[in-house]
C-alpha cells in the first residue's frame, strides 16, 4: 500500500517497482499522462482533500 498527497506522489514511488502498463495505462504513458487519466476520474478537490491511495495486489 502507499499513501500520498497527490497522484503524482503515489505513481512516482509505485513506478520505482512497476512499469504503466502493470499499473493499467499503456506502456509509452508518462508520469503527468497517467496522473492526467486519473483526474477524468477523481477531480483535483477530492485528492487535495483526501489523499491518494494505492493497492498493490500480486498473484493475480
Known amino acids: ?5 497527490s497522484f503524482e ?5 509505485v ?9 493499467g495505462f499503456p506502456d509509452e504513458f508518462s508520469l503527468k499522462s497517467m ?3 486519473m483526474y477524468r476520474y477523481y477531480g483535483r478537490d ?3 482533500q ?3 491511495i494505492s493497492f498493490v495486489i ?3
Open 9 to 13: 506522489e503515489v505513481f512516482s514511488s
Open 15 to 23: 513506478l520505482l517497482r512497476f512499469t504503466p502498463k502493470q499499473l
Open 35 to 37: 496522473v492526467d487519466a
Open 46 to 48: 477530492r485528492e487535495l
Open 1 to 5: 500500500m502507499v499513501i500520498g498527497k
Open 50 to 52: 483526501y489523499g491518494v
Open 58 to 60: 500480486d498473484g493475480i
